[in-house]
């Protein structure tokens, strides 16, 4: 009987694929997580081995053989591949696209896993004295044998000192039968587990936090901790970490891709003596396959990362810490669509650890799971030093005059911040100079050829470009249809920054958002300048809401809070009032409490009301009972079946079938609701809509995806769109 070997190839396609053993390995050597080199087409790759069979659909002769075998240790172990063919499962993605998403890209082109130093040793004919002798006259092949014969084997160190033509020497030698290679593992640096600093005197809140975190050791237990920018949270996981790191275990700390500066990793890295890994999207295939190493090997305690870091492997885990869990870049929104988050409570459950998820603003899912008790709250009452919580101010742009965006009151109020030495900051989300460029006579607003949307004005390169796809156009001195001349309508962040500095011309102004921080290390510099307080006036995008404090910020104001009040999507609320409540908390430390105004046209908007009344908890609560009534997450769950195409017609027709198979299937407890076109239909040339898929629980929407989606990829309509599904979609468009 043969052994098959079932291996998942990195190809868009939901299937594995059957192979032979190599010829002359052994197949009891084989196991799952390994990776063989295996032809594929014309192709040779490395494909990672999911299960050994004894038999396939595949005739007997027409069964390729797999070429190689690279790792004798597999580079997934069991529990991580689990999670992965589970979460390939779960998410309705190939398998093999979720195990490469798992690994460094260089293990998906065939790297070495494991770190190795080449050595070499005598041969044993040479040892044995049966070689004929070599040429007295050769005095560097001599030398480097007698070399060999002082000690059992070299290293390139040591070679490289005998001449530096070694390698010339060592070829000889080999050809010659006198030398033989030999692959070393070096032996994984010591660990040194103790802490470098011990960091501030627990408050009793951080002292019960770090208590039930510590009690968990060992088992699955989820928490949820909750407290606002600057409570603390940090801390809490650093006290955490540090108690797994002294019993000798390691820590997965996940991050949002913003938030992984120098600065958090210094935190990190002062106060813990060992070896952090650690691992984000914009390092080298070197350094990644370095990282993803010292996380394997156990050599770094604490591994530190954004998004993917939730697959970095662990060779001996103890905690996994999810901070800022509300945030939406935990979410992969193409390609393998999983969430960071929520794949950390699967992965920390089959590891049996536990598991922190932190936010000043949990995620309503988050906060569902604290209150249905199948997570346990952890709350963080106040800041530290015993700030105060921001007093929060609306400005009705409805009875102010207002100056390019700023309203009288808020230009006052900005001053007298200024005044009395306090920072400022304020938050647009709308990058550029301004949103439309518009002609006055006739209505015409520059729209991009490729979207059904406007086109945005920046100064900074003069250009118009689109937020949506990326074109770019030099900005018309007149109207195409009239020939009168535009003007730039409505504000973005760069027109903020032109206004502010002829309100306020001596004072140091700086603007932080993706066109001004673009280059490495911009932003970092520019969060400096603001730090150290030699900027006064701060103005940018969501950038500005995440992951820094600044504690001489004593103004925050929120130029448009309108843009969000009306989102077509669920969670559009949601995500305005995170935003608002996370920049308000950048504001403000014990001695100079900080204060918040929220420009807006809706003044009497319950969400509004709601956040100045009772914060984030009341806003919450009221989200949570709406979400309820309407059936949405986290009371029910989605998944949304994507198209788009080229031609208007095509992505419907596709979806109108695909709803035809699903009702076909007929699993009750899932309704489909559409197809319907996005609000924006056209998107980069293409025109788009999508199905919506709506269950009361988890168990009838996954029967329905198991038997569907193959059913949709057969489907000939499939063939001229690109379609994708999105289980537990953040946005629904
Ligand atoms: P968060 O992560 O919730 O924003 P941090 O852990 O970063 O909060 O704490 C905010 C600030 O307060 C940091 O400068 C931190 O060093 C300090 N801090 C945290 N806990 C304490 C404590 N128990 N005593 C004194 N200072 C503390
Ligand atoms: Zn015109
Ligand atoms: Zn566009």
């Known amino acids: 009987m043969t052994t098959v070997l079932r291996m998942a190839v990195d190809v868009p396609l939901r299937r594995l694929f059957d192979y032979r053993c190599p010829s002359g390995v052994d197949a009891a050597r084989l196991q799952p997580g390994q990776r063989l080199w295996v032809p594929f087409g014309r192709q040779r790759v490395a494909a990672v081995l999911v299960e050994l069979a004894s038999s396939s659909a595949i005739p ?39 195990l490469s998403a798992a690994l460094p890209g260089a293990l998906r082109t065939g790297a070495a896993a494991l770190e190795t130093a080449e050595h070499w040793t005598l041969s044993a004919a040479a040892r044995t004295g049966e070689l004929p002798p070599l040429s007295p006259r050769a005095h560097k092949l001599r030398e480097l044998v007698e070399l060999l014969q002082r000690q059992d084997a070299a290293d390139e160190a040591a070679l490289g000192a005998l001449s530096s033509r070694w390698r010339d020497h060592v070829r000889e030698l080999e050809k010659r039968g006198w030398v033989r290679r030999l692959q070393v593992t070096p032996p994984a640096a010591p660990r040194v587990a103790v802490a470098a600093s011990a960091g501030p005197e627990p408050t009793p809140e951080q002292r019960d936090a770090i208590a039930a975190i510590a009690a968990a050791a060992g088992r699955y237990a989820p928490f949820l901790l909750h407290g606002v920018t600057g409570s603390g949270k940090t801390e809490v996981y650093l006290r955490a970490i540090d108690a797994v790191v002294q019993r000798g275990q390691q820590a997965l700390v996940l991050v949002p891709e913003i938030s992984l500066t120098p600065q958090l990793v210094a935190r990190f890295a002062a106060r813990f003596a060992v070896p952090l890994a650690v691992l984000h999207s914009s390092l080298t295939d070197v350094e990644r396959l370095r990282a993803w190493r010292a996380a394997r090997s156990g050599e770094a305690p604490v591994v530190i990362g954004t998004r993917s870091a939730i697959f970095a492997p662990l060779a001996n885990a103890g905690l996994i810490v999810v901070d800022e869990e509300h945030d939406a870049s935990y979410k992969q929104q193409e390609g393998f669509r999983y969430s960071a988050r929520d794949l950390a409570l699967a992965r920390a459950q089959r590891l049996s650890i536990p598991v922190v998820l932190g936010s000043a603003t949990p995620s309503l899912e988050s906060l569902e799971r604290a209150q249905s008790g199948r997570a346990t709250l952890l709350s963080l009452p106040g800041r530290t030093g015993g700030a105060k919580p921001p007093a929060i101010h609306l400005i009705d742009l409805r009875r102010h005059a207002a100056t390019q965006g700023i309203a009288t009151p808020t230009v006052l109020t900005i001053k007298r911040h200024l005044d009395a030495g306090g920072q400022v900051l304020l938050y647009l989300n709308r990058r550029g100079y301004a949103p439309t460029l518009f002609c006055p006579s006739c209505g015409w607003a520059a729209p991009c050829p490729r979207c059904d949307a406007r086109l945005t004005v920046h100064r900074r390169d003069g250009r118009l470009h689109c937020h ?14 009239c020939g009168d001349a535009t003007k730039p309508v409505g504000q973005g962040t760069e027109r903020i920054e032109e206004t502010l500095a002829s309100l306020f011309p001596d004072v140091a102004l700086e603007r932080i958002d993706r066109d001004a921080v673009r280059k490495r290390g911009a932003l970092e510099a520019a969060l400096d300048r603001v730090t150290s307080g030699e900027v006064r006036l701060l103005v940018g995008t969501q950038m500005l809401t995440k992951g820094h404090h600044f504690p001489d910020v004593s103004l925050v104001v929120v130029l448009n809070a309108d843009q969000g009040l009306f989102g077509t999507d669920f969670r559009a609320s949601e995500r305005l009032a995170q935003s ?25 908007h319950p969400l509004l009301a709601q956040l100045i009344s009772g914060g984030y908890d009341a806003f919450a609560a009221a989200a949570l009972e709406e979400r309820r009534s309407a059936s949405w997450p986290p009371f029910a769950r989605v998944a949304v079946l994507r198209a788009e195409a080229a031609r208007s017609d095509v992505p419907m027709e596709f979806l109108e079938r695909a709803r035809e198979t699903a009702i076909a299937l007929a699993v009750r407890g899932v309704e489909i609701l559409g197809p319907a076109t996005a609000p924006m239909e056209r998107r980069a040339g293409l025109h788009r809509a999508q199905l919506l898929l709506h269950a009361s629980s988890h168990s009838p929407l996954q029967r329905l995806l198991a038997r569907w989606i193959p059913a949709v990829e057969e489907l000939p309509e499939a063939r001229k769109v690109r379609w994708s599904i999105d289980v537990d979609p953040l946005e629904l468009f």
């Open 60 to 98: 007997e002769a027409k069964l390729r053989s797999a070429t190689a075998l690279i790792d004798e240790t597999p580079v997934l172990d069991p529990s991580l591949l689990e999670l992965l063919l589970w979460s390939a499962e779960y998410y309705r993605h190939p398998p093999g696209e979720v």
């Open 468 to 481: 949506h796809c990326g074109t770019e156009q030099r900005i018309p001195e007149l109207c195409p249809t």
């Open 580 to 604: 608002i409540v996370q920049v308000a908390g950048r504001a403000g430390r014990a001695e100079r409490p900080g204060e918040v105004l929220i420009q807006t046209e809706y003044p009497e």
